[in-house]
């Protein structure tokens, strides 16, 4: 399994040269297995740089598969798919995820964002691919190719939002964009299913200099992430999804800061890394 971040950044996209290094797109992570399977998790303006990588495959004939999971609505998880090449080419087939608890349907998440006011498409039907929109429960988990797949809902804001779980060759990865821990039997919830995990992707919007901009319950900091991590045993901790105002030394600081309170609170096995985009991780 081979995970590559096309895109780190939540909120708004920060092009410049402030974020070379870890870069500047909204998120998206790319899960590829070596038997073909794609799986894109969210769609935000990082997935449109991935799709124009994948014109050379057999998504460029008009001959290929793709699955994507959104996890909510908001911009920066959904902004990426008007300009997502291989879902306009005919041929091509696309499955979007989402689960039924959430009442989050992932055709109208899309739809409502492809009208006339907000985008040239006008309406999903003029895109050329095949669109599906499979729906899981909590309870159950959905073989997409060589993959096992496995959501959760998990709060957000005033909303609910979707932690992902993928089984495959080399290993479990989890991903937890936009997770609030609103108190301790949601947090056990979600501790649990991250056990187990080879690679945990969690949000790390805010930092205790931010926590002046972003109420606590908006999203959270490295602390929440290195503590689920740790509780859940998982081996290694990426963080994703940065604040805008977030530049590369500051994020080069947040990992510091992270390692550190790691140590602190006796987690010295847990391997922390940031999510920069271009990077692919190969278990
Ligand atoms: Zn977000």
């Known amino acids: 399994m081979h995970i590559t971040f096309w895109g780190v950044r939540g909120f708004i996209p920060v092009p410049g040269a402030q974020s070379v290094r870890y870069g500047g797109n909204t998120i998206c992570v790319g899960i590829e297995c070596d038997d073909g399977t794609r799986l894109a998790l969210d769609a935000g303006t990082g997935l449109s740089v991935w799709g124009r990588k994948l014109l ?26 008007s300009f997502f090449i291989p879902a306009l080419i005919p041929g091509n087939k696309i499955r979007v995820f989402g689960m039924d608890e959430t009442n989050l349907s992932a055709e109208d998440i899309l739809e409502s964002q492809m009208t006339p006011i907000f985008s040239p498409m006008q309406t999903l039907k003029n895109f050329g691919s095949i669109i599906t929109y499979p729906q899981l429960s909590s309870s159950g988990t959905e073989p997409v190719g060589s993959m096992e797949l496995s959501l959760i809902d998990v709060p957000h804001a005033t909303s609910r939002a979707l932690a992902v779980k993928m089984k495959a060759e080399g290993g479990t990865v989890v991903y937890a964009p936009d997770v609030v821990y609103e108190n301790a039997p949601s947090c056990e919830r979600l501790i649990n299913f991250y056990r187990g995990a080879d690679v945990l992707i969690h949000d790390s919007t805010s930092t205790v200099h931010y926590n002046d901009i972003l109420s606590s319950d908006f999203s959270n900091d490295y602390h929440d992430a290195v503590t689920v991590a740790g509780k859940a045993g998982v081996k290694r901790l990426f963080l994703i999804h940065y604040h805008q105002e977030m530049t590369d030394d500051n994020l080069d600081s947040l990992l510091e800061d992270a390692r550190t309170y790691a140590r602190e609170q006796g987690y010295l096995d847990l391997h922390i890394s940031l999510a920069q985009e271009g990077y692919t991780l190969s278990l």
């Open 56 to 81: 050379g495959t057999d998504l460029g004939k008009g001959k290929g598969e793709f699955n994507l999971v959104i996890t909510h609505s908001h911009y920066d998880h959904v902004q990426g798919f």
